[in-house]
């Protein structure tokens, strides 16, 4: 796992929570917030998901 993984994934965490919280309190803003930052959080996971299956597949290039 590398750091755009993870950083994504609690991005798209935060974002969920501040989501929730918008529902809660009744602000379309913060929902909105929240909803950019999951999709942030999601794409900066999917890079980080490339680039692991990039080193992975050069790793096992490597091997043979």
């Known amino acids: 796992m590398n750091k755009d993984q993870v950083k994504g ?3 798209q965490a935060a974002g969920k929570v501040q989501e929730g919280v918008g ?11 929240g909803l950019g930052k ?4 999601k794409a900066q996971k999917t890079a980080g998901d490339v680039k692991e299956a ?3 597949s050069t790793t096992t290039t490597r091997r043979h």
């Open 23 to 33: 529902k809660m309190v009744g602000s379309r803003t913060q929902e909105a917030k």
């Open 54 to 56: 990039v080193k992975d």
């Open 38 to 41: 999951q999709a942030a959080g």
């Open 9 to 11: 994934a609690t991005k």
